[in-house]
């Protein structure tokens, strides 16, 4: 690592960001020397997202002074930047779900030959060549819209790797992988810091922060209140400072139904060629079941199958004891279940639209008598807005305003709103600050409390430990075992998740 004495790389003076009167940051400065990896954290909403845009050139700065090795950038714009060497892997995906992955990787930056024509044959190569870095092999000419949300992940550490970064800003760029796949990233970032780049690592998981940083920046409401080595701050300390007090116990106390709790879930033999294979369990009131395994190991397409998005191609799902048949969401819906996917953007909300319009989206018809009630609609999301304490100005505020976790937030008070009696939750806490993890895992907790059934998919073994008595493990499109008691450790879940035998059968 570059010794502090260095010439600084970045240097940032007294930044400072409102939108029209509304201030997001104060007076920020901080130096950077080449071949860091720099901890960039602090709650939803308290401006890490609008400093790295206004790095990046997507944001221009309100006040102070962004350099490179001592030059003002004048006039930042997100042209300037990459030509400087400032790249970004964005917490929403930059993608186009029609164009292939080496297309998406080269978007802008084309190969073409003498004759204009497009290199798609080196393109494909050298796409390939960047995915192989990340130990992810998928094939460069599939259309991006085929890949799941973790896959899609590496696409874009890919199209970051293919430029030539000096700084490469990192963005919440492990909420959607597991811990085998985050190695692979450490691995790369690692390897860039060797050869002299820096790195800004934007995050809320704080042990990943430990892990893989030499310094952390904490932002606390728009200020900076930490830049220390990393050696001299441990997890608690770092979320207090992030929240300026003492967090409560993370996870709530974990809870079964009682053993006469009716069944209300029983998914027998459920199929749906060629990904999901056979899958059954069964689910009572009021009890949380966790769903854990590595990338395409059949997690999401499960849930899709449930809520009417994938058809099943054998088996049978009992709702009450009845066979039911979800052929849409709306069928779903109408039977009382609510999912929260795990691409927010992609399925899950309306950026352009309403905080009061998005918590609506599956709930209108509650609003209409016969036409649509804006008073009511906007009552309702004021409540969720104070339930989950979301950061926003009211009910009216376009989504796209919000922090990533602001938005999570109303993604999940638009499930709610349907009322539902199951609730299946993939990969609820992603973009979510430790803060509002707590808070979210205490909402679920309640649900069970009111004898709502709650599906738990996370690709974080420790938070699924956190919160769920029971935990199914897919491999490969099938369900492995269904672990609980003292069978319930992270070595077994590990061992299911790659195909492994346990030395006890966990079903």
Do not use: W
């Not at 002074?65 to 892997?89: C, D, F, Q, S, Y």
């Not at 709610?416 to 600050?433: A, S, V």
């Amino acid at each position: 690592m570059t010794s502090p004495s260095s010439p600084s790389l970045l240097e940032v003076c007294h930044l400072s960001k409102s939108y029209g009167i509304v201030p997001v940051l104060h007076d920020i400065s901080f130096c950077i020397q080449p071949g860091q990896i720099i901890g960039l954290i602090g709650e939803n909403g308290a401006g890490k997202s609008t400093l790295a845009k206004c790095l990046n050139g997507l944001e221009k700065v309100t006040d102070g002074t962004i350099a490179i090795e001592g030059k003002p950038i004048l006039h930042n714009n997100v042209h300037l930047a990459r030509r400087l060497g400032i790249i970004t892997i964005p917490q929403e995906f930059d993608l186009e779900n029609d164009l292939s992955v080496a297309a998406n990787i080269f978007l802008g930056r084309e190969r073409v030959n003498a004759l204009g024509f497009l290199k798609t044959r080196e393109m494909n190569h050298l796409a390939e060549s960047y995915l192989n870095q990340l130990d992810c092999h998928l094939n460069p000419a599939t259309p991006v819209r085929e890949l799941g949300v973790a896959e899609k992940q590496f696409v874009e550490i890919a199209k970051a790797l293919s430029q030539q970064c000096r700084i490469l800003i990192l963005d919440e760029p492990t909420t959607v992988l597991n811990r085998e796949e985050v190695e692979r990233l450490f691995r790369v970032m690692r390897q860039l810091r060797a050869q002299g780049a820096t790195l800004l690592f934007v995050s809320h998981k704080l042990h990943e922060v430990r892990e893989i940083c030499d310094r952390i920046i904490i932002l606390r409401d728009g200020h900076l209140v930490g830049d220390t080595p990393i050696a001299e701050v441990d997890e608690a300390e770092m979320a207090r400072r992030m929240v300026g007090r003492e967090l409560r116990e993370l996870y709530p106390p974990k809870s079964s139904p009682p053993l006469d709790a009716p069944v209300l879930l029983q998914v027998d033999g459920l199929s749906s060629q060629p990904i999901l294979h056979e899958v059954s369990f069964s689910l009572r009131r009021g009890e949380i079941l966790g769903f854990a395994g590595l990338l395409g190991a059949g997690r999401t397409e499960l849930a899709e199958c449930l809520y009417g998005l994938r058809p099943t191609t054998s088996g049978q799902i009992l709702l009450d004891g009845k066979v039911r048949h979800f052929p849409s969401p709306a069928s779903a819906v109408a039977a009382g279940i609510s999912y929260l996917s795990e691409d927010r953007q992609g399925s899950g909300i309306l950026p352009t639209f309403s905080i009061a319009a998005n918590t609506t989206l599956a709930s209108l018809k509650k609003y209409c008598h016969p036409f649509l009630s804006r008073r009511q609609e906007n009552l309702q999301a004021s409540h969720y807005i104070r339930t989950f304490s979301i950061k926003a100005d009211g009910p009216s505020q376009p989504l796209s305003e919000l922090s990533g976790g602001n938005q999570q937030k109303v993604a999940i008070a638009k499930g709610l709103d349907t009322e539902p009696r199951l609730f299946i939750f993939d990969e609820p806490t992603r973009g979510i600050d430790i803060s509002a993890k707590s808070e979210i895992y205490r909402f679920i907790h309640q649900l069970l409390e009111r004898g709502i059934a709650c599906i738990f998919i996370s690709s974080d073994i420790e938070e699924l430990l956190g919160m769920c008595p029971r935990i199914a493990v897919m491999h490969e499109g099938h369900l492995a075992g269904i672990l609980e008691g003292d069978a319930l450790t992270e070595e077994n879940i590990m061992l299911l998740a790659t195909g492994q035998p346990l030395m006890t059968s966990p079903l």
